[in-house]
T-cell receptor, first 112, second 112 residues
Framework: KAGVTQTPRYLIKTRGQQVTLSCSPI?????VSWYQQTPGQGLQFLFE???????NKGNFPGRFSGRQFSNSRSEMNVSTLELGDSALYLC???????????FGPGTRLTVL | DQQVKQNSPSLSVQEGRISILNCDYT??????FLWYKKYPAEGPTFLIS?????DKNEDGRFTVFLNKSAKHLSLHIVPSQPGDSAVYFC???????????FGTGTSLTVIP
């Protein structure tokens, strides 16, 4: 089975712009979670989608949003980018939405 | 509020010896725990899991121990190999969905 894929792998944006990241889960997995990793921090949970519904949400401002499509692919959007949004964004999928999560390689976002 | 803590940012071990990575948590509702290994520029790779109904789980060279009363888990790698050099994250969930809380990671260096 193919693993979790994320596109693009690298992005450079300027403050005030918006960005959309994409995640394709492992085939058959219905849950997709998004995480932000910054230097010195662990992975911070953004949100989780299961069967096109946001089921859990972390403590991030409303500028961070997401959605999931009927094929379980997910997108994450960040509007009005700030310098502090520079990070590695990881998505993870799981089969039933409970249990082990499998991660993609991440998207490295740099905000200038 | 960091609910999962890895208090050792780094650890160095000689090849062939045991590596012990520690993780503490504060939320007594956590009942499912994961360990991940992460290389630079890659997403975390799942290593081993344990649920709260067990106190030990083994998979090859990797063993995870869970002490619920102390809210502490540890990952033992025996014998350690140079290829084990990576950042190790522990994660915990209350099984209310796929919201996992991650520690800040421990960088393991195995010296040949």
């Amino acid at each position: 089975k193919a693993g979790v894929t994320q596109t693009p792998r690298y992005l450079i944006k300027t403050r005030g712009q918006q960005v959309t990241l994409s995640c394709s889960p492992i085939s058959g997995h219905r849950s997709v979670s998004w995480y932000q990793q910054t230097p010195g921090q662990g992975l911070q949970f953004l949100f989780e989608y299961f069967s096109e519904t946001q089921r859990n949400k972390g403590n991030f401002p409303g500028r961070f949003s997401g959605r999931q499509f009927s094929n379980s692919r997910s997108e994450m959007n960040v509007s009005t980018l700030e310098l502090g949004d520079s990070a590695l964004y990881l998505c993870a999928s799981s089969f039933l939405g409970v249990g082990t999560q499998y991660f993609g390689p991440g998207t490295r976002l740099t905000v200038l | 509020d960091q609910q999962v803590k890895q208090n050792s940012p780094s650890l160095s071990v000689q090849e062939g010896r045991i590596s012990i990575l520690n993780c503490d948590y504060t939320n007594s509702m956590f009942d499912y725990f994961l360990w991940y290994k992460k290389y630079p520029a890659e997403g975390p790779t799942f290593l081993i899991s344990i649920s709260s109904i067990k106190d030990k789980n083994e998979d090859g060279r990797f063993t995870v121990f869970l002490n619920k009363s102390a809210k502490h888990l540890s990952l033992h790698i025996v014998p350690s190999q140079p290829g084990d050099s990576a950042v190790y994250f522990c994660a915990a969930s209350a099984n209310t969905g796929n919201q996992f809380y991650f520690g800040t990671g421990t960088s393991l260096t195995v010296i040949p």
